[in-house]
């Protein structure tokens, strides 16, 4: 009797840890606990999707239908982006959200509402910094990075009165700050983008983070890493027993396929021609500059921008083939990573991916213990853009194949009621949160 009443015990224990573990890597979307189950928009037209007053409202319901009809549960979709439409610009100085960005915001989000899907809202993306966009853009955007009084303009004239306007909408899965700043920074920054040290990325990061929560205490906020080298204080290159003492270059780690996939990759990226050397040595040039590790851990955003609110509820972390299978999340369990929060996989290419069918990538991230699978992205699909040209349909399957398989994990019912539109900007923001005043 009592070794049944032992392995009854042991048999409870341990249904009760794996029902802990599973909470733990689950993001809760109004008051449910989910599997991110979804993909990227990213955008429609391109950091214009609000602030013209006539969004693609046609295009967003149709998608969000498509993606409710295979189960999915959430979409990720950049805002500002570049910040040359949004928000409202006095020379460097943010003036507020920008005429229509919270109305076509709002009506983005009651149709996603509608068809139980939430968003991820991505203010910023690294194209803010992009050289191309000419310098009136580049470099109020450089200000408003690097200058705190900037900083502190977009968050009590733009960024509060958005949260603020949309606070309690169900449909919010999470604000997110960035979408791969290091792109723009001094560490790991690609050659098209003007640079700022990690410092002012993680500052920023940090004081968005804090005014948001003040403002609504109760919404997710996370931010998009480019790769695990910036999100995990696991080296993927640290040596291997018996190798010879000195420095180890990235490339060192990947297979020959992996650096033909690289030189595809850079070459889509930087519009030449790469041989394999110049693939390895551009790669290794960047990805050696910057140490790796966690920059969004709380200690360290705390530390950056002063703002002890300033934290992140959740990670999101993108992956692609350039980083071969040293730092792929389908060839390591979440817990590899020694990670604090629940992450994320919010971008990568739903096509066989080294030795995993592209048809089994979301169902490999929810087995190693994932938040979600993001894959990347509607547009290139609605433009017919012939790079991936199966991709769309490829996360159709992988969201479908999640909610068949574990429907209990993503399946979302709004059970709050929709909001009515508060279109009204406040014109007085109190300036305490945005949090500037704690560290100067």
């Not at 439409?85 to 709002?106: K, Q």
């Not at 009165?161 to 606070?167: F, H, I, K, N, Y």
């Not at 983008?193 to 968005?208: A, E, G, R, W």
Request: proline share 5%; net charge negative.
């Amino acid at each position: 009797m009592k070794l049944v009443l032992t392995l009854i015990i042991t048999a409870l224990s341990g249904l009760i840890l794996c029902a802990g573990a599973q909470t733990m890597n689950r993001v809760e979307v109004d008051g449910q606990p989910l599997f991110m189950n979804g993909g990227n928009i990213a955008w429609i037209n391109f950091a214009r999707d609000i602030g013209t007053g006539e969004p693609r409202l046609d295009l967003f319901e149709a998608l969000f239908k498509d993606v409710a009809a295979h189960g999915g549960n959430t979409m990720r979709m950049w805002l500002h982006t570049t910040g040359a439409l949004t928000p409202a610009w006095d020379g460097s100085t943010v003036t507020g959200p920008g005429e229509f960005a919270i109305e076509d915001l709002s009506a983005i989000l009651d149709l996603a509402y509608d068809h139980n899907v939430s968003l991820m809202l991505c203010l910023w993306s690294f194209d803010m910094l992009r050289i191309r966009n000419g310098p009136e853009v580049t470099e109020r955007a450089f200000s408003l990075l690097t200058v705190r009084d900037k900083t502190k303009s977009y968050i009590d004239n733009a960024l509060v009165p958005m949260v603020e306007a949309l606070r309690g909408h169900p449909a919010i899965a999470a604000w997110e700050i960035f979408n791969e700043a290091e792109g723009m920074s001094v560490e790991f920054g690609w050659e098209f983008n003007k640079h700022v040290p990690m410092h002012y990325i993680q500052q920023f990061v940090n004081l968005s983070a804090g005014a948001i929560r003040r403002t609504d205490p109760d919404v997710k906020i996370t931010n998009g890493a480019w790769s695990f080298r910036v999100l995990s204080n696991k080296a993927p290159d640290q040596k291997a027993e018996g190798e010879p003492v000195g420095p180890r270059k990235s490339s060192d780690w990947m297979t020959v396929a992996e650096i033909e996939a690289l030189r595809r990759v850079m070459e889509h990226t930087y519009g030449t021609s790469f041989t394999l050397d110049e693939a390895k040595a551009r790669y290794d040039e960047t990805a050696n500059r910057g140490e790796h590790k966690n920059y969004y851990n709380d200690e360290a955003l705390i530390a950056a921008g002063g703002d002890p609110d300033g934290y992140l509820d959740f990670y999101t972390v993108h992956y692609y083939s350039w980083g071969g299978t040293a730092i792929s999340p389908f060839h390591h369990d979440f817990s590899y990573w020694e990670l604090d929060k629940p992450t994320v996989v919010a971008e990568f290419y739903v096509e066989h991916t080294f030795d995993i069918p592209g048809n089994d990538l979301y169902q490999v991230l929810y087995d190693r213990g994932y938040a979600g699978a993001l894959g990347w992205q509607w547009i290139d699909h609605y433009r017919k853009r012939l790079r991936h040209p199966h991709n769309w349909e490829n996360s159709l399957r992988g969201m479908r194949r999640i909610s068949e398989n574990h429907r209990e994990d993503v399946k979302l019912i709004f059970s709050s009621g929709k909001p009515e539109q508060h279109i009204n900007t406040p014109v007085n923001t109190p300036a305490e949160r945005s949090g500037m005043d704690r560290k100067q």
